[in-house]
């Protein structure tokens, strides 16, 4: 008899299995939280490119759960299945983390160890996923159901408290943060700096750096570290459970019989009459009531072959949304800010609180004006709120890309000019001119113009005039760059330089900058925790800095004492040059924005999350909810394992269209938003045809139609017939 906790009739070994739920969650959560800014930032790969890979990972979660729940029902048993694959849920992080860990061997390797530990993990969390909610609920007696219910809402509690908690947390640990106190410790051999500078004004405080970047082995390490917790909390309550034996897996039965079906039907069908249904030529090895179960199980089974489209939208909030996220002005007044990768959390908190509005509020209002809101119309109104959740992504994407610089076309560069030569002065490009105006001493050039070249490389004759004097200079160009023409003065003549320059905007938001040194000898200037060797006369590199205002920024001569700096504010999404000149005596500063900084603000994609939570409330729920109701008791895991395939197969759409399709962002959201109002509109179709069944009479109707007893079940046959066309006509749209 399993021990009670004080004296209710809750097992206490489910505190253990809870407390393991959250931890697992926290560490799934949290890692896949900063996987797509890894796969940009650290590994470098292109938006493509990482939002397949996060797809492909993110399906292999939900292919594998049918192998967990073979795995234990045929073989190990739950409990057993839980830890084994549990351990190889920790090895999948630990590698994981190893392979964020920049001096652990080359880019390859990097790449080799993260595939390896993403795969492990698929294979863990996949394999536990059905295993552990229903080992839960085995701890309770048949006579608790009331128990069982509750604890299975705590259950998910802590899988949206998990979910929430990583999703906020991570992110603070992949880099600086405005939230978290700074972390002085890791593993093998991690070297973190704290930056907490009086110095740097409203730059961000608590700066979680590994090897001079962004810790994303200790935003890994930490979810690995949880799951190792979640193990360890797992097998310590192993003397308070209730273990069942492994009794077989109906899924296996299932298959069997549809294919014993299919290959009887195949050779017999020329000499036998034909049967009613297909699934009838089973009957020679396969009992009548199992048939009958299949059959209402198909029914169900057909309706989700339209849901993984919901699925391809849903799961985009955690690679093209926080993509689109880094593009956006995360500022929240002038000393705090928010990450990319942190908005994902509003998922998460949205569904703690919309579950219990729409089942206290939204239904029984919908329901007091007479609208018969049967489950399948919840499901098709989730389809209509992801599309508008997809339309307001595109409305987002629009606005955000105009920020942007496009890359110039073939046989083309962009360019800006860069006037410090004293005065005004006029250029010429050997009968091109993108520059018909004067270009102002130290004015800011408003955007890069467009220079065409006529082959993909060509030296130029540049014609510089300044107050009636034209000086000369010869530079090559190169297609498709972006270039900034520096003019300085020199006694009498001007001075050409030629710089190339980085126009993509940073992938994870913060700004980049780079001085030009015009004073007589080198400078070394630190923004942050970034340092900055200019020599004279040159252009330093472009680097990433935190965001933030910087008025009082270090810096050392070579000649002597150097004042502070005051750079102003460094914002989201820009890249800024700053001029160093001696001005009086003094150290002057003027910053030229090359790349304008993200004007759309973040809070933007609130609208979007609320549609697509609103539409999962809709959609997921209720989606579970009706799959349940309308198969027998011993087919429940049967539907459970197809839904878990509509979210795989929805994962695989989006990485079909990330590498295939080519399209412009705010083109594939709109796609996306009118390819799930299509497939809405399929789902509607089906649904108007589908016959409810009840499922406190589906067990019996069984039973009556297998032994064939006609006088003890015409009554309830009637019965059946009248309430699946009453539930009939209740699901027309």
Not at 284 to 309: A, D, F, G, N, T
Not at 317 to 331: D, K, L, V, Y
Not at 337 to 345: A, G, V
Request: net charge neutral; hydrophobic share 45%; proline share 5%.
């Amino acid at each position: 008899m399993t021990k009670k906790l004080c004296g209710t009739n809750y097992p206490t070994g489910i505190c253990f299995i809870v407390v393991n739920e959250f931890c697992e969650r926290f560490s799934y959560y949290g890692m896949k939280a900063v996987l797509t800014l890894y796969f940009l930032t650290y590994l470098k790969w292109d938006k493509n490119l990482s939002t397949a890979i996060y797809h492909a990972f993110s399906s292999l979660c939900y292919f594998t759960p049918i192998l967990g729940a073979l795995i234990a029902d045929s073989w190990l048993g739950k409990f057993k299945t839980i830890i084994y694959l549990s351990i190889i849920y920790v090895i999948g992080h630990v590698v994981k983390s190893v392979g964020a860990i920049p001096t652990v061997g080359n880019t390859d390797v990097h790449i080799a160890l993260s595939m390896i530990g993403l795969i492990l993990i698929a294979f863990g969390t996949g394999g536990i996923k059905p295993c552990v909610a229903a080992f839960g609920g085995d701890q309770f007696d048949e006579e608790h159901t009331s128990e069982r219910t509750k604890f299975f809402s705590i259950f998910y509690m802590s899988i949206n408290a998990g979910s929430l908690l990583s999703t906020v947390i991570t992110p603070m640990l992949r880099g600086a943060s405005s939230l978290l106190p700074s972390v002085t410790t890791c593993m093998h051999e991690v070297l973190y700096t704290t930056v907490v500078n009086a110095n740097v004004g409203f730059a961000p405080v608590g700066d979680v750096q590994c090897f001079n970047a962004d810790c994303y082995a200790l935003a890994f390490g930490v979810p690995a570290v949880l799951m190792i917790v979640a193990l360890v909390v797992f097998i310590a309550g192993s003397g308070l459970y209730k273990k069942n034996p492994p009794q077989g897996n109906i899924l296996v039965e299932v298959c069997n019989c549809i294919g014993f079906a299919v290959k009887n039907r195949w050779q017999r069908r020329k000499y036998q009459p034909p049967r009613k249904h297909w699934l009838d030529w089973a009957e020679e090895k396969y009992s009548k009531q199992l048939i009958q179960e299949i059959k209402m199980v198909l029914r169900v089974l057909v309706l989700y072959i339209p849901l993984p489209m919901f699925w391809a939208l849903f799961d985009q909030q955690g690679s093209r949304w926080t993509i689109q996220a880094a593009r956006m002005n995360m500022a929240f007044g002038q000393s705090f800010s928010i990450k990319p990768d942190q908005i994902q959390m509003l998922n998460a908190l949205l569904i703690l609180l919309f579950v219990p509005v729409f089942d206290l509020i939204v239904y029984p209002l919908v329901g007091f004006c007479r609208i018969n809101i049967t489950p399948l119309r919840k499901m098709a109104t989730g389809m209509v709120f992801a599309a508008l959740a997809f339309g307001a992504a595109t409305l987002v994407e629009v606005n955000v890309v105009k920020t942007v610089v496009d890359p110039a076309p073939p046989t083309e560069c962009l360019l800006q000019v860069l006037n410090l030569a004293g005065r005004n002065v006029s250029v010429d490009f050997s009968g091109r001119n993108p520059f018909p105006e004067p270009i102002g001493y130290l004015k800011d050039p408003q955007k890069y113009e467009t220079l065409p070249l006529g082959s993909p490389s060509t030296i130029l004759k540049i014609d510089v005039t300044r107050d009636g004097r034209t000086s000369n200079c010869s530079l090559m160009f190169h297609e498709q760059k972006a270039y900034s023409l520096i003019l300085t003065s020199e006694a009498t003549e001007i001075q050409c330089k030629l710089v190339e320059d980085y126009i993509k905007k940073n992938e994870t938001g913060n700004p980049f900058l780079r001085f030009f040194n015009m004073l007589p000898g080198a400078i070394e200037i630190t923004v942050g925790d970034v340092t900055f060797d200019i020599p004279s006369g040159q252009m330093s590199r472009n680097m990433s800095v935190e965001w933030g205002r910087y008025p009082n920024v270090k810096c050392s001569l070579q000649s002597g004492a150097c004042p502070d700096l005051n750079l102003g504010l460094m914002d989201f999404g820009a890249s800024y040059t700053i001029i160093l000149r001696e001005e009086s005596g003094n150290i002057s500063t003027t910053r030229m924005e090359d790349v304008e900084a993200n004007n759309v603000h973040i809070t933007w994609q609130i609208p979007q999350y609320i549609l697509i939570t609103a539409g999962e409330v809709l959609f997921s729920i209720t989606g579970l909810e009706f799959s349940y109701s309308q198969a027998p008791a011993n087919m429940k895991s049967v539907l459970q394992g197809g839904w878990l395939l509509t979210v795989a197969f929805g994962n695989v759409i989006v990485l079909i269209v990330a590498e295939g399709a080519g399209l412009a962002q705010w083109k594939e959201f709109l796609l996306f938003a009118c390819l799930v109002l299509g497939v809405c509109i399929i789902f509607s179709i089906m649904a108007y045809f589908y016959t409810y069944v009840d499922p406190d009479l589906l067990n019996k109707i069984n039973l009556c139609e297998v032994e064939k007893e006609e006088n003890s079940c015409d009554d309830m046959m009637k019965e059946k017939d009248m309430h699946l066309d009453e539930k009939g006509r209740s699901t027309r749209l």
